[in-house]
C-alpha cells in the first residue's frame, strides 16, 4: 500500500518514458534511511522523494528506490524479509566517486566498511561500503595512466 499522500511528482508513464541508459532499482526497508546513505555517503542528488519512492542522480547517472511496501504485487515480493539480504553478488559501482572521501563520511556514519580504499590492479582506486540495507557500494576512481 502507498504511503504518498497527493499527486505524484510525474505521471509514472511520463517518467519511464524519460528514461535512457542504463538504470536500477533498489527495494529498501526504510527510505528515509536509504537517503541517507545516498546522499551523506555517495553525495547524490535527490531529485525527488516521497515514503514510497525517490529518484536520485549522481555521476552521470540515475537511480531509483522502492520502498518495500510498494513491491505487493511485485513478484519479488516473496523473497522480501529481514532474513534475505539483498543484492548479494551485485557490486552497485560509482564511478568519479572519491572512495577515501565515500569512506570516510560513512565511517562518520557508521556504516560497515567491507575493504577500505585501495589502488587495485584494474585500474581503480576503491572501497567497499555497505548501506543498511546490505546493498555494496563501490565508489571509485581511476589511477595512474
Known sequence: ???????????????????????????????????????????????????????????????MLHADHTYNDHPLRGSLNDETPRGVGAELRIYNCDPDAAEARARDAGYTILAGSADKPHGLRDAYILDDDGYLWVPGVGIGG
Open 1 to 63: 500500500m502507498k504511503k504518498r499522500e497527493g499527486d505524484a511528482w510525474m505521471a509514472a508513464d511520463e517518467f519511464g518514458r524519460s528514461l535512457t541508459g542504463v538504470g536500477f532499482n533498489l527495494l529498501v526497508r526504510d527510505m528515509d534511511a536509504a537517503l541517507r546513505f545516498q546522499t551523506a555517503v555517495l553525495e547524490a542528488e535527490v531529485v525527488y522523494s516521497d515514503p514510497d519512492f525517490a529518484v536520485l542522480r549522481g555521476y552521470g547517472g540515475l537511480w
